[in-house]
Each structure stands twice: as structure tokens, then as C-alpha cells.
């Protein structure tokens, strides 16, 4: 459904994206793993055309959609849920306003729909009665499901999620993993993570990709993974997770 050909992006000399070559499967979990600053949230902006690419093409349903206008971009981002890292709510909105902020910019719709929309939206992430309450009144878990539900607004074919279980305590990453994995199931979204929470990515993904040295390196099961002998996967899964993006060339 999203296909990803030799796609390179840098920033003042920093070769970023080297060539990244990635299919992801329609109504699937894929979540594409990598260390802090390996380019994992500027792979997600190019899939939503928030960033353009200096070479490389991106197909969305056969559609190449690095080759068209904004305003043609506008069309083809209706279908995309985006959860931003952090949770990036507006602290003077309440929950309603924040999780139906895209919809009240939308003139087709009247108060009362989006109403019931956010309604919608929120029961699917488990929470109710919280609409007329601050985002500082939350926990950091509930701030991310609150996020979510602003992305399902649009009942969108693909969410696409970034870092969803950083910074929130265990208990809540496992309430994000268990409802991502629910609103796979039943909405039967194709849906891209990325993470560097290895654990959160075995408990959801259908596929995993690793991002390392502006590369694809790895595409595989859960279990492919684990039973890896390739050295840069293993000494990523076996905890060497921090660290700045490494200069190599692969
Ligand atoms: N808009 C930008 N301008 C300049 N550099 C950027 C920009 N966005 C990201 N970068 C750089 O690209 C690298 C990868 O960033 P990012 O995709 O955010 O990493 P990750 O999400 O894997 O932690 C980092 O070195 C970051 O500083
Ligand atoms: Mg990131």
C-alpha cells in the first residue's frame, strides 16, 4: 500500500535518509525501529509529504505522491490519521476542542456532529466524559489516547504514529500497545509506528523494519528479529539503544 523507492533527504550535510527502500502492507501493523536521531520522524513527514525528499519517490495505493501540489497533497492526507511525538495538545483547549480541532477548521461540519464525532473518536480510545476537561488534568497516558482519537477524527485509512510510547509510565505504554493493536483489529487500518521502544514494537507489529545508517537494514517478523545473528541488530535489541546516529556507510 505505501512503497518507498531510494528515497535520500539531508539536512545541511547530514545525509539523513541514504536510500531508503520500504513496502508496507495495507491493513497491517509495521513499525519501523531505529535509534534516537536515525531519521525515523523524518521517514514518517516524507510518507505525509510534510517533508519533500532530495531524490527517491513514495507511492501511496500506486499513486506517486512526491510528485504532486500541495493542494492535490491536501486530498491524499485526509486518509492519514498522524500521531505526533508528544502528544502535542493545546493546553488552553479542552479535550473537545482539542481532539475535534481539525474538524471545527472544516466548515462542512455542524457543532453537534463534531460533537458526536469526538464522542466517537474518544469511546474508541477508551476514555469518556473527559470532554470539557484541560490536557493538565490528565496523565501523560491519557494525553497520548487523547491524541489518538484527534487522529481517528477523519476515520483515516492509515495512522501513522511517532514514538507512541515514549514518555509515558509502563503501565500506560502497555494501555497504547494494547489499543493500537485493538484499533487495528477493528477498524482494519494499515497502520506505521515508529519507536525506538523495541518491546512496544514486538507487542504490536506485524512486520518490524530497522532504520540505521539512512537505511533499511532489516524487514522482518517479530520472530526473524529476535532470532537475528546480524551484529548492529543484535546490539540494538540487546540494549544498546542510546547514542547519537552512528557515520557509517552500509
Ligand atoms: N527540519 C530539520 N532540519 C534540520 N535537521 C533536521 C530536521 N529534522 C530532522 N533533522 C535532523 O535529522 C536527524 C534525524 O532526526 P529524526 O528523524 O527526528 O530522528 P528520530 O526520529 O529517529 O529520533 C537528526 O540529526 C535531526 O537533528
Ligand atoms: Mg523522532
Known amino acids: 500500500?505505501?512503497?518507498?523507492?531510494?528515497?535520500?533527504?539531508?539536512?545541511?550535510?547530514?545525509?539523513?535518509l541514504r536510500g531508503v527502500?520500504?513496502?508496507?502492507?495495507?491493513?497491517?501493523?509495521?513499525?519501523?525501529?531505529?535509534?534516537?536521531?536515525?531519521?525515523?520522524?523524518?521517514?514518517?513527514?516524507?510518507?505525509?509529504?510534510?517533508?519533500?525528499?532530495?531524490?527517491?519517490?513514495i507511492f501511496i495505493d500506486d499513486l506517486e505522491i512526491t510528485a504532486l501540489s500541495e493542494k492535490e497533497l491536501d486530498k491524499i492526507r485526509i486518509k492519514f490519521g498522524m500521531v505526533f511525538q508528544g502528544a502535542a495538545l493545546f493546553d488552553s483547549l479542552n479535550i473537545r476542542e482539542n481532539v475535534g480541532f481539525l474538524l471545527y477548521e472544516n466548515s462542512r461540519f455542524s457543532k453537534s456532529e463534531i460533537k458526536e464525532k469526538v464522542t466517537n473518536s474518544l469511546s474508541l480510545v477508551g476514555l469518556k466524559d473527559i470532554e470539557t476537561k484541560y490536557p493538565q488534568e490528565l496523565s501523560g497516558g491519557m494525553k497520548k489516547r487523547v491524541a489518538i482519537a484527534r487522529a481517528l477524527c477523519f476515520n483515516p485509512s492509515v495512522l501513522l504514529y511517532d514514538e507512541p510510547t515514549t514518555g509515558v509510565d509502563p503501565i500506560g505504554a502497555d494501555m497504547i500497545n494494547s489499543l493500537i493493536k485493538n484499533l487495528q483489529n477493528k477498524l482494519g487500518t494499515t497502520s506505521v509506528v515508529v519507536t525506538h521502544d523495541l518491546n512496544s514494537a514486538f507487542k504490536i507489529a506485524h512486520s518490524i523494519s530497522m532504520l540505521f545508517g539512512g537505511k533499511i537494514i532489516f524487514t522482518g517478523t517479530p520472530e526473524d528479529l529476535k532470532?537475528?545473528?546480524?551484529?548492529?541488530?543484535?546490539?540494538?535489541?540487546?540494549?544498546?539503544?542510546?547514542?547519537?546516529?552512528?557515520?557509517?556507510?552500509?
Open 1 to 16: 500500500m505505501i512503497r518507498i523507492q531510494e528515497l535520500q533527504k539531508n539536512f545541511n550535510g547530514l545525509r539523513v
Open 21 to 57: 527502500n520500504l513496502s508496507i502492507e495495507a491493513a497491517k501493523t509495521h513499525v519501523i525501529i531505529g535509534r534516537s536521531g536515525s531519521g525515523k520522524s523524518v521517514l514518517l513527514k516524507h510518507i505525509l509529504g510534510i517533508i519533500k525528499p532530495d531524490a527517491g519517490k
Open 227 to 250: 532470532k537475528t545473528d546480524d551484529s548492529k541488530l543484535r546490539q540494538f535489541i540487546d540494549g544498546n539503544m542510546s547514542g547519537p546516529i552512528k557515520e557509517v556507510d552500509i
